[in-house]
């Protein structure tokens, strides 16, 4: 004797493009109905959503999650500010360094995790010749020689 579901698969198998054709019009015809179940159920499911995401991609569950937020006071591990917080993870090993915000931790992978690279930055930004003082410098100079002119 089979069973329902046998039987479903067979008669798909056989039906395939009639049962395709007819879920597609479903489809067509309950739009706003499709959205609101999809509404809903994201809605309700969104924690475990959150843990299915962060156990695939990075072996941790949502309470290890928030347990990690809570030691970091909520707050970014690279701005220190309260945001919206973001597994920051070694890229090779796979390993979780931490919690950062949506600017941080784009800004890390853009660097390519390059400590030279951010320390070269770092550099930069402390810099007295940046743009600034060197359009200051030049304002001074060519004021001093107008004077000197006249």
């Given at each position: 004797?089979?069973?329902?579901?046998?039987?479903?698969?067979?008669?798909?198998?056989?039906?395939?493009?009639?049962?395709?054709?007819?879920?597609?019009?479903?489809?067509?015809?309950?739009?706003?109905?499709?959205?609101?179940?999809?509404?809903?159920?994201?809605?309700?499911?969104?924690?475990?959503?959150?843990?299915?995401?962060?156990?695939?991609?990075?072996?941790?569950?949502?309470?290890?999650?928030?347990?990690l937020a809570k030691e970091q006071d909520y707050r970014c591990k690279g701005c220190n500010k309260i945001k919206k917080l973001v597994v920051d993870?070694?890229?090779?090993?796979?390993?979780?360094?931490?919690?950062?915000?949506?600017?941080?931790?784009?800004?890390?992978?853009?660097?390519?995790?390059?400590?030279?690279?951010?320390?070269?930055?770092?550099?930069?930004?402390?810099?007295?010749?940046?743009?600034?003082?060197?359009?200051?410098?030049?304002?001074?100079?060519?004021?001093?020689?107008?004077?000197?002119?006249?």
């Open positions: 004797m089979l069973t329902t579901a046998e039987k479903g698969r067979r008669y798909y198998a056989k039906h395939r493009d009639k049962v395709l054709a007819r879920n597609n019009e479903w489809n067509r015809t309950h739009k706003e109905q499709i959205l609101a179940y999809q509404k809903r159920y994201h809605a309700e499911n969104a924690r475990k959503r959150k843990n299915d995401e962060l156990q695939k991609l990075y072996g941790m569950s949502i309470d290890d999650f928030d347990k993870h070694n890229h090779v090993t796979g390993e979780v360094r931490g919690l950062l915000c949506n600017k941080c931790n784009p800004a890390l992978g853009l660097l390519e995790d390059n400590k030279e690279t951010l320390r070269a930055l770092i550099l930069h930004l402390d810099s007295k010749t940046g743009y600034g003082k060197i359009k200051e410098d030049f304002t001074k100079q060519t004021s001093n020689t107008i004077h000197d002119v006249m």
